[in-house]
């Protein structure tokens, strides 16, 4: 079993799964957060049960785990790779056969990452380890996550131009690494591939325009 994970099928394996867990975690995600547009108390009343439901909870630390594992499993692959190929090989015909995604996914998964550290400094940390102000929906005493998240997109124009990058980038790494997570797992078929690609392309569009619509809608109503 234990080569299993040392193959190249393992290798794949790991980093399919990884990414599928990372994918489920973006559409809840984007759920949660397109509820901005809405307003105060819905996003504040849909924070509160992401934060205080137990199997959230229990979830959050696994989606937490796979991120990592994915994050670290493709740095070592990419660096393996390269140590193995010190010199690529001539290309033939290559950009016709590829997208700029697929050749490009270690350096759009690294542009995430730094995209992702910036984020959390902003808003995980402020949330976990803060003191916000608390407001009253519905009877409920909850922390006001709308007004923390709206007033840095409000306030600060540099950080919506870096999330709406950020979005662009993960929509790009979606268009390849949504069908190509499949593909590993056996739906490699020319039909199945023809369909995943279509499928990849319509998922990384809404997940890219999904998140950056947000930073463009205050923009928007705050100017």
């Given at each position: 079993?234990?080569?299993?994970?040392?193959?190249?099928?393992?290798?794949?394996?790991?980093?399919?799964?990884?990414?599928?867990?990372?994918?489920?975690?973006?559409?809840?995600?984007?759920?949660?957060?397109?509820?901005?547009?809405?307003g105060?108390d819905?996003?504040?009343?849909?924070?509160?049960?992401m934060?205080?439901?137990?199997?959230?909870?229990?979830?959050?630390?696994?989606?937490?785990?796979?991120?990592?594992?994915?994050?670290?499993?493709?740095a070592?692959?990419?660096?393996?790779?390269?140590?193995?190929?010190?010199?690529?090989?001539?290309?033939?015909?290559?950009?016709?056969?590829?997208?700029?995604?697929?050749?490009?996914?270690?350096?759009?998964?690294?542009?995430?990452?730094?995209?992702?550290?910036?984020?959390?400094?902003?808003?995980?940390?402020?949330?976990?380890?803060?003191?916000?102000?608390?407001?009253?929906?519905?009877?409920?005493?909850?922390?006001?996550?709308?007004?923390?998240?709206?007033?840095l997109?409000?306030?600060?124009?540099?950080?919506?131009?870096?999330?709406?990058?950020?979005?662009?980038?993960?929509?790009?790494?979606?268009?390849?690494?949504?069908?190509?997570?499949?593909?590993?797992?056996?739906?490699?078929?020319?039909?199945?591939?023809?369909?995943?690609k279509?499928?990849?392309?319509?998922?990384?569009?809404?997940?890219?325009?999904?998140?950056?619509?947000?930073?463009?809608?205050?923009?928007?109503?705050s100017?």
């Open positions: 079993m234990s080569h299993f994970f040392t193959s190249p099928v393992g290798k794949k394996f790991i980093m399919s799964i990884t990414g599928i867990f990372l994918m489920l975690f973006l559409i809840v995600h984007l759920s949660v957060n397109s509820l901005l547009m809405v105060s819905a996003f504040n009343s849909a924070a509160h049960f934060v205080t439901n137990p199997f959230i909870r229990i979830l959050e630390p696994i989606l937490a785990l796979g991120f990592i594992i994915h994050i670290i499993y493709s070592y692959l990419t660096l393996q790779n390269q140590r193995y190929r010190p010199v690529r090989y001539k290309k033939v015909d290559r950009w016709g056969s590829t997208t700029w995604p697929s050749r490009n996914m270690f350096i759009l998964g690294v542009l995430i990452l730094i995209f992702l550290v910036i984020h959390l400094s902003n808003f995980y940390w402020k949330v976990r380890f803060g003191h916000l102000d608390t407001v009253m929906v519905e009877g409920t005493e909850m922390e006001n996550l709308y007004g923390l998240v709206s007033g997109f409000i306030n600060w124009w540099w950080y919506d131009v870096i999330y709406i990058l950020g979005a662009l980038f993960l929509g790009l790494h979606l268009s390849h690494g949504f069908w190509a997570a499949f593909q590993s797992l056996g739906w490699d078929n020319d039909l199945w591939r023809i369909r995943l279509r499928i990849a392309y319509v998922f990384a569009v809404i997940m890219g325009v999904g998140f950056a619509s947000i930073p463009v809608y205050f923009l928007i109503t100017g």
